[in-house]
Each structure stands twice: as structure tokens, then as C-alpha cells.
């Protein structure tokens, strides 16, 4: 192997790691509609170093699946909603969560396997990430609102950083990404990807503190 391929191994790595750690961290502070999508992020990533060791066709066609269920649905809905108990919604019952899950698998499903969509898809992927973009602006709004300023600005490289990578993953070519062990776009996006899972985190658990001390956050 390569100097490169064991820096996108070790980028995979971290992503797989935070996203299953942090996803387990979610169920614990009972919020399975985060924890399901971050989980979703780590088998993805799992798949991504078995494939990569491997070549395995099966890995690759469930790393391929996941990360299109993560960008369309996974992401921009599952995970929204999950956080917005957090930003002043009320907490979905266990049949509404279920419900939401299996819709946006049925959908991510579609939109992966389709190939009618198969030149709208990176264009879908595209609004459904600025769609999650605007939402963490509000994200971002709301920690300022409490005096979480240090959360803030990490929300703030969390969404510059996720969103850059967003809008090149299917339009740009990083010049060098062949080659350059570095500057190539699996190494760049996964660590973005893992710091995106820590930072939000985070930052749901200022929020969650500030709405439990004034009295917002529902419980079930």
C-alpha cells in the first residue's frame, strides 16, 4: 500500500470511530433519530476500509447505499429533526421515529438504485445539504442566543467546512487528488465528516443544557 491509501485509511478510521462512538452517545441521551444516522455514518465508514483493504463488492455496494441514504435523507432529515428537540420542537414518539427512519430508507433506496435520477442525484444531494446548512445556521443562532460562542464557532467550521465538501464531491476535481497523500478529497472529507459528527455533539449538548434551564426541553 501506498503513503496515501494508509492516510485515507487512517481519515476513514477516525470517521468510522467518532461516528459509532458518538452515535452510541446519542442513544444514551436518548435521541435515536441522531444516533441512528451517526451510526449509519460509522458502518459506512467501516465499509469504506473494508472495501478499500478488501475490494469487497459487498462492502462497496453498502458503503455506496449508506452514503447516499446519509446525503439525501440521513443528514438533512433524520438527523434534523432529531436535533431540532434541542432548538424548541417537541420530541417524536418511538412509531413517529420509526416511521421517519423507514420512509427515509425507502426514499434513499430510490434515489441511489434509480437510474432515472441518475443525472439529478448530485444536484439533490447538493439542496439537501444546503437545506442542512440553513438549518445550522439556526443551529449556530440559537447556541449565540444562550452564550455558547466557543460551540458557535465551531458550528460555524463545521458548516463552512461540511458544505465546501458537499459542493465539490460530485462537481470538482482536486487537482493532484490522485496522487497527493494529503490533499485528496476521501482524506479531506472524511476528517471533515468526523469533526462534523464530534462538533454537533457538542454543541446538541449545550443546547440541551440551556433548554433544560429554561424549561423547554420535552421530555418523554
Not at 441512528?36 to 459506512?44: K, R, T, V
Not at 445550522?136 to 440559537?142: M, T
Not at 482524506?187 to 462538533?199: C, D, G, N, Q, R
Request: charged fraction near 15%; charge should be neutral; aromatic fraction near 16%.
Amino acid at each position: 500500500m501506498d503513503f496515501r491509501l494508509y492516510c485515507i485509511l487512517f481519515s476513514c478510521s477516525v470517521f468510522a470511530i467518532t461516528s459509532l462512538v458518538y452515535g452510541l452517545k446519542f442513544l444514551k441521551r436518548r435521541n435515536p433519530l441522531v444516533g441512528f444516522e451517526w451510526l449509519a455514518l460509522g458502518i459506512s465508514g467501516v465499509n469504506v476500509i473494508v472495501f478499500l483493504l478488501t475490494g469487497s463488492k459487498v462492502s462497496g455496494e453498502v458503503m455506496h447505499f449508506l452514503d447516499g441514504f446519509s446525503r439525501g435523507f440521513g443528514l438533512p432529515i433524520v438527523a434534523v429533526i432529531g436535533l431540532m428537540e434541542v432548538t424548541g420542537m417537541r420530541r417524536l414518539s418511538i412509531a413517529q421515529d420509526i416511521m421517519l427512519i423507514v420512509a427515509a430508507i425507502v426514499g434513499a433506496v430510490i434515489l441511489v438504485f434509480a437510474d432515472f435520477l441518475n443525472g439529478v442525484r448530485p444536484y439533490f444531494y447538493v439542496v439537501m445539504w444546503t437545506w442542512l446548512s440553513a438549518y445550522l445556521v439556526y443551529f449556530i443562532v440559537k447556541l449565540l442566543e444562550i452564550e455558547e460562542t466557543f460551540h458557535a464557532l465551531s458550528m460555524l467550521v463545521t458548516l463552512l467546512s461540511s458544505l465546501a465538501i458537499a459542493c465539490i464531491y460530485d462537481f470538482y476535481k482536486i487537482p493532484g487528488d490522485e496522487s497527493n497523500a494529503i490533499l485528496n478529497f476521501p482524506f479531506l472529507a472524511l476528517l471533515t465528516w468526523a469533526y462534523f459528527v464530534v462538533s454537533i455533539y457538542y454543541a446538541y449538548c449545550a443546547l440541551e443544557r440551556g433548554a433544560l434551564r429554561h424549561g423547554s426541553l420535552v421530555r418523554a
